[in-house]
């Protein structure tokens, strides 16, 4: 069955990075791009990027544009969403989530909390 | 970038009522519209996509219409497992997706 897996909660200091991983199982993971997604608490859901798992190619939203990384690693079914210069108001739950190519996100990690606090 | 705008906020209704729920964007997404359900704690669930067709294994009570820049998602027979925040998002216009900001329906 298809699973994405994330890694575990942060805690981060203002203006450090955080890196999340989200390994992929149960299907060909080159076949289907993988965005994130954040949501900030008690908020709604805010989109991050997309990453092509296969060329590794990416397209990040305009507000992110300047400190978000995303990155795959074939060998292990991983895709990375590093993100820096952190503040506050990036405390919220990451998603990642896989892209069903014909519309919409059909499978989603479990999440990731990151803590942003001084 | 394109905004995505629900209504109501909070939809209170009734076991067994009809709830209908509006997305609208401000420009046109044709009919590149999704919806999803998400509960407390969980990751978002999808519902709905190509504004209309239901995701695997959705139920008929929940279906999707609209295009361009008008959608509507609408839960008949609801039940008090269908309380949760429905969200809308358009994808791939612009290589951007972008969700709206949510409806709470309370049964």
């Known amino acids: 069955q298809v699973q994405l897996v994330q890694s575990g909660a942060e805690v981060k200091k203002p203006g450090a990075s955080v890196k999340v991983s989200c390994k992929a199982s149960?299907?060909?993971?080159?076949?289907?791009?993988i965005h994130w997604v954040r949501q900030a608490p008690g908020q709604g859901l805010e989109w991050m990027g997309i990453i092509h798992p296969s060329g590794g190619s990416t397209s990040y939203a305009q507000k992110f544009q300047d400190r978000l990384i995303m990155t795959r690693d074939t060998s292990t079914s991983t895709v990375y969403m590093e993100l820096s210069s952190l503040r506050s108001d990036d405390t919220a739950l990451y998603f990642c989530a896989r892209d069903t190519r014909f519309g919409g996100f059909d499978f989603w990690g479990q999440g990731t909390l990151v803590a942003v606090s001084s | 970038e394109i905004v995505m705008t629900q209504s109501p906020a909070t939809l209170s209704v009734s076991p067994g009522e009809r709830a209908t729920l509006s997305c609208r964007a401000s420009?046109?997404?044709?009919?590149?519209l999704a919806w999803y359900q998400q509960k407390p704690g969980q990751a978002p669930r999808l519902l709905i996509y190509g504004a209309s067709t239901r995701a695997t294994g959705i139920p008929a009570r929940f279906s999707g219409s609209g295009s361009g820049t008008e959608f509507t998602l609408t839960i008949s027979g609801l039940q008090s497992e269908d309380s949760a925040v429905y969200y809308c998002?358009?994808?791939?216009?612009?290589?951007?997706?972008?969700f709206g900001q949510g409806t709470k329906v309370e049964i």
């Open positions: 149960g299907y060909t993971f080159t076949a289907y791009y």
């Open positions: 998002q358009q994808y791939n216009v612009w290589l951007t997706w972008t």
């Open positions: 420009q046109s997404v044709s009919n590149y």
